[in-house]
């Protein structure tokens, strides 16, 4: 079994880009699909990108995905940040061999 | 409009069982995996259990495996977890999720409910 590393926290201003790693520990990240999942303060977790880099309709196309095997770890990029999407932000993939969900930790991001 | 409606949740004190309950509409629900995750006071998420479309096959984390139970009633769109010998570190929001396909053997979690919180205290 794997674990998804995250940072712990991220702050940019707003108006800028900021980028959300997530590293697996071990088997490549290229085996399942990698999904981020944001949750505001007070509220459920909400779906951002799923298979890597699709966006669910009604998130706006600012939220971006991408998978490096280089590194073995996923991305979530926001550009043009707003203050609403100061959350926390979760990476999530699934281990075929325990057949468990794995999540990563969480980063926290600030935006000011 | 898909809608997930989790209740049961409470104070219960260590050692003592709890069913928590999810309603859905809004969605064909006999057609889709559903999933179990919770979220501790200040801490991640934490998947706990899924269970097929048919309830044949169900998965759970190793740390709730043989204490907890995940079942579902298609007739009524309801998913329920029944949770035995309850521990402190048990107390979390629960949340009950619909798991999607994001292509061959891979799901995520479009849809989640706003959580039912329980408290294990003595």
């Known amino acids: 079994n794997f674990v998804l590393t995250q940072p712990h926290s991220v702050s940019e201003s707003p108006g800028k880009t900021v980028t959300l790693s997530c590293t697996r520990s071990?088997?490549?990240?290229?085996?399942?699909?990698v999904q981020w999942y944001q949750q505001r303060p007070g509220s459920a977790p909400t779906t951002v990108i799923y298979?890597?880099?699709?966006?669910p309709s009604g998130v706006p196309d600012r939220f971006s995905g991408s998978i490096d095997s280089s590194s073995n770890s996923a991305s979530l990029t926001i550009s043009g940040l707003k203050t609403e999407d100061e959350a926390d932000y979760y990476c999530q993939s699934y281990d075929t061999s325990t057949l468990w969900e794995v999540f990563g930790g969480g980063t926290k991001l600030t935006v000011l | 409009e898909v809608q997930l409606v989790e209740s049961g949740g409470a104070l219960v004190q260590p050692g003592g069982s709890l069913r928590l309950s999810c309603t859905a509409s809004g969605f064909t629900f006999n057609n889709y995996w559903m999933t179990w995750v919770r979220q501790a006071p200040g801490k991640g998420l934490e998947w706990v259990a899924n269970i097929k479309q048919d309830g044949s096959d169900k998965y759970y984390v190793d740390s709730v495996r043989g204490r907890f139970s995940i079942s579902r009633d298609n007739a009524n769109k309801s998913m329920f977890l029944q949770m035995d010998s309850l521990r402190v570190d048990d107390t979390a929001m629960y949340y009950c999720a619909r798991r999607a396909v994001a292509g061959w053997s891979n799901w995520y979690f479009d849809f989640w409910g706003r959580g039912t919180l329980v408290t294990v205290s003595s």
């Open positions: 298979a890597n880099k699709q966006r």
């Open positions: 071990s088997g490549s990240i290229a085996s399942n699909y």
